[in-house]
């Protein structure tokens, strides 16, 4: 039969020019190089759109975004209650009709012994000097006073907000690179913002490979059910990428390769595909990358995971590739896409939390990683049921311990890395 033709070369692809290449990555440096190599691709891509505030909560705001008016904007009551100037009794002013009519109220001046009602968050009139709650006012006909039952500490300068004691017209309330909360998005709605610059979401493919997985079911001998279409799309999207499409390829190499070339002409920033990663006949996956693709971080100086090859190619676009047991692939997953992510989305990289082992564990001949769990005490154990093919310790686990090849012995401290969910 004859040999098919070489496929035709990618478009050219600089972007990831000045990043690290590194083989069997240790895993610190791994994740520096994954967040590197996200931060480069940002060079491909459009820098900000302009969204609602409805839409901006888990975006990464693209620049800062400074106050529009100053916070409160206008001199405010904190109760309900009048507002008086000078010594008293007081005069009321307005009978009870201006508690609602801000203007007329925000046009007043008082003089000494005059005094309005006013409601919370209402505007005061100028020359106020305190506001007296109504629990303490004593009001007859026009007439107020003090209630006999009003401590000393409600007698003057009480419950004002005066104008922008939160902040000033144009000073900056939120940072670029910050995830925005809800609790960003009030800010930015009180302050007069209506939009405002975020990152566009970057989307993310995922191929799937391997003949024996199937999507639904109890399998049967040989075969396995897919542990990865239900899980790593919304991780990803947790993390703020937008996954696009999943495809399950079967163990055929120019399948695989078709697959690949349609993500990379369509410039999608970030393709995992699972399986086929080991260096053996059958493992296509790779074969094909290290042809296809400059490797970036070609295996990792880790367990589980350690067959994990990250890639870079075509004029936008990163080859995750995991290995298809299923710890080692979340292992990798966030070890890499969550550093990787970050770096894209303009965010800084997560850094590991130092935390304490309760008891010895041994180390091997690579640092390892193992899905761990935190005792009342706050110490740290691995879970139990961890292998490579396993999930029950990372059902269980809260975070992924680091395991140094010398090991730990008790009471010791190491790196523990968040789960990304
Ligand atoms: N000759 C060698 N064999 C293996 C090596 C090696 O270096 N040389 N490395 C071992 C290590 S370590 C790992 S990790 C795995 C890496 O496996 P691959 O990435 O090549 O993945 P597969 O062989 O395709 O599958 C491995 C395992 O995972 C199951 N799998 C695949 N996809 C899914 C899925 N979507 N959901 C659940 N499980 C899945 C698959 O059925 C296999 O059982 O290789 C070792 N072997
Ligand atoms: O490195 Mo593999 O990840 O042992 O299963």
Not at 140 to 151: I, K, V, Y
Not at 253 to 265: E, G, H, Q, R, S
Not at 378 to 388: E, N
Not at 391 to 402: I, K, V
């Amino acid at each position: 039969m004859a040999e098919s033709a070489p496929p035709p070369p990618l478009p050219d692809g600089t972007w990831w020019r000045g990043v690290e290449v590194v083989r069997h990555a240790r895993r610190g440096a791994a994740q520096h190089i994954a967040h590197e190599l996200g931060r480069a691709l940002v060079s491909t891509r459009s820098s900000a759109v302009s969204v609602d505030l409805v839409d901006a909560v888990g975006a990464t705001l693209a620049c800062d975004v400074h106050a529009l008016c100053p916070v409160p904007h206008y001199a405010s009551s904190a109760m309900d209650g009048y507002a008086v100037c000078g010594s008293g009794p007081w005069r009321v002013m307005t009978g009870d009709t201006s508690v609602h009519d801000a203007a007329s109220t925000a046009a007043l001046e008082l003089a000494p012994s005059q005094a309005v009602p006013v409601v919370t968050g209402g505007v005061i009139p100028g020359g106020t000097d305190t506001v007296i709650r109504d629990e303490y006012a004593l009001r007859t006909g026009d007439e107020l006073r003090f209630d006999d039952s009003c401590p000393t500490s409600e007698l003057e300068g009480r419950h004002i907000r005066p104008a922008g004691t939160e902040c000033r017209s144009g000073e900056r309330i939120l940072t670029a690179g910050s995830v925005l909360s809800p609790a960003d998005i009030a800010l930015a709605a009180v302050s007069g913002v209506d939009k405002v610059p975020v990152v566009p979401v970057p989307d993310a493919r995922l191929l799937l490979t391997g003949s024996e997985v199937q999507s639904s079911g109890v399998p049967t001998p040989g075969f396995v059910r897919d542990a990865f279409a239900p899980t790593v799309p919304p991780v990803l999207t947790s993390l703020g990428a937008r996954v696009d499409s999943v495809r399950r390829l079967p163990d055929d190499a120019a399948v695989f390769a078709a697959a690949l070339d349609v993500a990379i002409t369509d410039r999608v920033p970030l393709v995992i595909t699972t399986g086929g990663t080991a260096r053996s006949r059958a493992d296509h996956v790779r074969a094909h990358l290290e042809r296809r693709t400059t490797p970036i971080i070609d295996e990792l100086d880790l367990q589980p995971g350690h067959p994990t090859l990250f890639a870079a190619c075509g004029p936008g676009t990163a080859v995750l590739a995991l290995p298809g047991n299923p710890l080692a692939a979340m292992t990798a997953l966030t070890v890499l896409a969550v550093p990787f992510l970050c770096g894209l989305l303009g965010r800084p990289a997560p850094v590991p939390v130092s935390v304490t082992v309760a008891h010895e564990i041994a180390g091997t001949r690579r640092e390892r990683l193992v899905p761990a769990f935190q005792h009342a005490d706050g110490a740290w154990s691995p879970c139990r049921q961890i292998g490579a093919n396993m999930l029950r310790g990372l059902s269980s686990a809260q975070a992924l311990l680091s395991v140094p090849v010398e090991g730990l012995s008790a009471g010791a401290r190491t790196e523990a890395l968040a789960l990304p969910w």
